[in-house]
């Protein structure tokens, strides 16, 4: 389970797209929309953080 959710959180994602292509941060005008890309980011990056270090302890 710890490696497809690692899988999950590795493939692009937004919450906000324009012409089908997922928005990075840079590219929203809006501050608070920009707020949340940049939270969600910093929150995938410790969960795939803590996901890579428990499944190197797992495989030993």
Not at 29 to 55: C, F, H, I, N
């Amino acid at each position: 389970m710890l490696r497809r959710r690692l899988e999950f959180l590795s493939a692009p994602a937004s919450f906000f797209h324009e012409s089908g292509r997922p928005l990075r941060a840079a590219e929203v005008p809006d501050r608070y929309r920009r707020g949340m890309l940049v939270m969600a980011r910093a929150q995938s990056k410790a969960e795939r953080d803590w996901l890579t270090s428990e499944l190197a302890e797992l495989e030993g």
